[in-house]
């Protein structure tokens, strides 16, 4: 198709939308068993990551909630957080729990083979819970760092019943209108075995748990090779796809910026999501980013991953449908791939510049931002204190 | 441990009552798509591949069922076939359908866009049960190669859809004391995306159809770095493992000999096995070989087999598993450790030597075998004929 | 930037220059070790082969030379064959050799334990510099299937000394303005060891053979995860890369359409190529396309081949390299990168199309040759013999 | 072959003559990004890491030298240093630089875009060739975690030039009976592209240096599914194998005990060392481990790590080799892959322990350490402080 100028009327309606939650510790230092390289002005506390968060949905008019880590994020008044995300024009989204920063979770948490670390495991969550009810969420994630690290470290199996009576327990505390999402990694903290290594075992769980139970697909917790757009078509099929971290990866679980490793897979993704009308509010999956900005500016890593996600989401809903669909009832491979390709490699940036004017948005987030002064500023005034990175 | 001489009394029965099914494919030509290199002797029939089958029970006494693939192994008379198994020394174990050898299949079996092309498929799975009854077996193997290589090609969910539709017509035919098996395949020949790619997707089909359909795990059909024993544990958890296809791998779906490529893996994947009992009969996991025997002697390397899981299953029914629980209690992680591996490094051999014998079995069948004559018989008698391979 | 509509002229210079040399086997029948699928108007001798090549290049106008393969390409005169290929617009391109469907071809070739089975694997390579010759050819392409299947099957040092030797034989015949080129493969057909799985044996191989001998990457033999742009910036670094073959793959050696599954990969590739010059003839690199159109129509495979590859040629030229190194400079991650995907993402097609036009060559080739009734016409007229495919 | 009760003769010698090396960063704590568990007992300064060290060696006898990592192991007196070990029974083993954790490498070092930033990481080095010469070492051993994390970052064939006079400068700085190693990883901290990705860039580098340059292979720092021991033959095939990082892995740079993933690929890789005699001291060969204890207690991961490699060694030593090579003559696929898996499985402790106390050690040095008190006795000791880990 020629380079479009506007967008239809119904992907405009789609993209206004849709809306991604940016995690509060993007905005925080990271980085590698390595190194931790820290930057001028990165937040001293949630406050602040949540005043910087603020900025990317300033600019792009798409990111209007923070997920919280807890007890990352911990402060004396949640209610004051909630408020004061409020006065910056986003709301807090999911709470991330955190069971792998303690000592006594060095050998697991909710599947420990201690009843007593299981105990202090499943208190952590139902805490959780409380944080979310104070910040106005309705949403807790769970991502275990459970595993081992060497065959016969503990039992896989006894673990996984742990897991199966730690997260009842858990369950039994989620309210209506609440929900848990359970979140799978391939590998890594623990390089044995995993405890919840695949969407499967993430929904078996999830099945057992009821329907306030969902799963979460991390687009870099995968094996290599693995095709995550078969998953999302079979969790979105089970109505068991709760939400999306968003990133991307060339080896393991690198966190990059989402759509910068492979951005055909995104669009594939996406385009998956679009043919179940998964990207409409309606369908209750939260996408959120989930990134490591190790290198770069966190902000603006930040903006340029929300505009990925809403540029690759615009190519992907101008996917002509009617014609996919009858190129692949004739069986003709080439021309059904040439028309999800003609899709992709149309330039929408022009467009969505339109489509942000329209709605009193910079129609370049990424340069405006760059061009508003705020990194001198908050490098400027942040003097002193302890910038946050992976840690309470 | 020392080097036992004999096997302790439980293991000994628990390795007596253990068997394995091989393959009437193995027994003929296979390669790759490069080239499929031939062998004097062999098989011409159906007949010829039981008559070298039964070579391995002979020799290992664990051997004692072949699994038929339809419609390679297609004849006349299959009561004449089964008849001359039990001849023998052998029975029928799974039929196996294939659906990926006909024109129609070029997209898809059970999961094509064309109804016409699914009600053939659909209707070769219940020809199959025909041929399980008529072979006195009683349950029947999917594999499929279905998949797409091109993104847009066809329609991820709608094929799920139609493979849980076609599933269930198939199901509807299967009668009580039978059962189907679903197998999962990561890649090939599909290079896209495949129908069946996962143990998640096997089993979410599985309990949609109902307790006569388990998954059939291979374990050569994952993406590089995967856990299988854990797959292994959590199939087992869900009593939904129906059977093995044991083979090894270095990089895709090489079909080595079990064992060949990661003994160690082979050892932990059977420690998850004896760990939940399921490797006594009375847990209905079928083990199976599915192998290619592409260079080496054919019944050689299935007698190489059957020793190397005979083998492997003795060290992981050697491993003191109160000493491992208490170990694990403790979070030795190291002496956990290493009481598995002190049953890896165990050397059964002798003790499996005297086992044998007081069976009436050769201490080696590996060189007995190759001692008897058989192969030199079998190269000079077949002569003539078409050596099978791969196709009907 | 904004969509162009013409290309900048020293861009237009260096397409305009550019080609890219099409397979004869890309136009027979290919597929999987479970099956080849057939399709109507599939050439049925080398001729047919080169007519359909000549499709290629008479719609793209970029696809001159088509490679041989030995002896599946055998003629009785090599000479009718290369004025036949003259009559049709195109030339003979590299001779590919084949030391791997002989059954003596088993356990190796060039590496092979006998030295008689060596010397029949030499001299194939000296009859295959002959074939060159008769064809007006100056390049002979090696890619060998030698490897193991087992551990200790073979001795991996002694097969690397007879590689060298034999290779030394090969080279010690090719004469002034000719070349071999030596390509490496990750695995397959061998799954324990291949003998030049990588691109440091190949040219390590080619640095003691001299001057002549080069290096070539197919795209899809690595390693997954492997950097395949660090290794052509490497090889052309060495003045080593002689040729490329182009195909992608999401697992294995899938040989796919190159672009079809990572288009921003091959784009990272063009553009370390663009940044050492070796996109222009002047540099030497042959750049092939060696596919599998195994459920494609073949010749409509190779024009999208072709086709992708300009594409994406012409987005690498057109980044902007001062910005680029100026954002390098001032180590701004982001903007360096964002300069890089503003070329990527730049909708190319419009300009192109112009630019064929000025060529005389029809503005969307692909749709102009489903167009054309060609496919029709070769499917009406070739009825009977025998449809060529992997052999002789 | 049945289980030796002693080893012969040429084995025992081999075994007395075969020592590895220590890295003193194995004796501190390590962990992941997530989390670096403390142990009671931790070494606080380079001295209590040596003496820890000293251990390993006092219940193996075969690990008499440590590997020492700077700055992490700086001392006012290194000449202190090297006394001190020498009282513990040990001598200093390779200097590690670290050019990865100053803020001024954030975007690299010996291949930095800035003269400035390249002239600092030059110097560091030749620092610690001093530093070499202080502790009576005489090998520098260089890993660098230069590389980008987004394509177009920087130059990647600059880089590469930077990288060559880096090397050259540090280089001019060697003396003679002095080596400088490189070690190449395909992937971490980077996670675009790594400036050492794999051997052959490694080799280039080193054959351009000159003879006292060679490569360091670390298991654990390849794509999955490469084939280590071909790399290792390769190396050794050209005199440029000059050291070995010994550790495990499953999935990324796991760092796990050597021997603990995969023991049969420990095998392997030491039967072709032993193939080339580079097992023997006077192949120069530099073998050591590099290993994280992350859970596990460090003093017996280590006693372990040198066990496993011990006691595979013994093993490997074992193969018939006249009996392979006669069946490899006589492509008996299945015997020759037979008569290695005899070696694997031959149970070679008994003959180790029996070999120990002939040289006045524990038979059974693990389970000797843990009985021995010492880590209840530093556990007691080292009270305050700061515990090291993978900081200066």
């Excluded at 470290?153 to 858990?170: F, K, N, T, V």
Aim: with cysteine.
């Amino acid at each position: 198709m020629t380079t479009p100028t506007t967008l239809p009327t119904e992907v405009a309606r789609d993209l206004a939308e849709f809306s991604i939650e940016v995690p509060s510790w993007g905005y925080g230092n990271s980085g590698t068993r390595f190194k931790v390289f820290g930057t001028p002005g990165t937040p001293r506390d949630p406050f602040e990551k949540i005043a910087d968060a603020a900025q990317t949905h300033a600019f792009t008019g798409s990111a209007p909630r923070v997920s919280l880590h807890y007890p990352w994020d911990r402060v004396e008044d949640f209610s004051a957080l909630r408020d004061f995300a409020g006065e910056q024009g986003v709301s807090i989204g999911m709470i991330n729990s955190n069971t792998f920063q303690d000592d006594e979770y060095k050998f697991g948490s909710l599947t420990h083979r201690d009843a007593s670390v299981r105990r202090r495991a499943i208190d952590h969550h139902l805490e959780c819970l409380e944080v979310m009810r104070a910040t106005g969420s309705h949403e807790l994630k769970i991502w275990l760092a459970d595993g081992t690290n060497y065959a016969g470290q503990d039992s896989i199996r006894a673990r996984q019943d742990h897991l199966a009576d730690s997260l009842a327990e858990i369950y039994a505390g989620v309210g209506e209108g609440e929900r848990i999402v359970l979140e799978y990694k391939f590998f890594e903290p623990a390089f044995y075995h995993t405890d919840v290594p695949d969407w499967g075992t993430s929904l078996l769980h999830c099945l057992a748990l009821g329907e306030r139970a969902q799963v979460v697909l991390d687009t870099g917790h995968h094996a290599p090779g693995t095709n995550i757009e078969f998953i999302v078509a079979q969790l979105l099929r089970q109505n068991r796809l709760g939400a999306f971290d968003f990133n991307s990866r060339n080896y393991a679980d690198d966190d990059l910026i989402v759509g910068a490793a492979d951005p055909f897979q995104l669009f594939r993704i996406l385009f998956e999501i679009v043919q179940q009308d998964a990207h409409r509010p309606a369908s209750g999956v939260n996408f959120m980013l989930d990134q490591c900005h190790n290198l770069e500016s966190k902000i603006q890593g930040q903006i340029r991953s929300v505009l990925n996600v809403q540029e690759t989401l615009a190519k992907a809903l101008l996917v002509d449908r009617a014609a996919l669909a009858d190129a692949q009832d004739r069986h003709d491979v080439l021309e059904a791939n040439a028309i999800l390709m003609d899709a992709f490699w149309t330039d929408v940036r022009p467009a969505l510049a339109a489509f942000r004017e329209e709605q009193g948005l910079p129609a370049e987030p990424f340069e405006a931002f760059r061009a508003s002064g705020y990194e001198e500023k908050v490098a400027a005034e942040r003097v002193g204190g302890n910038q946050m990175g992976w840690g309470a």
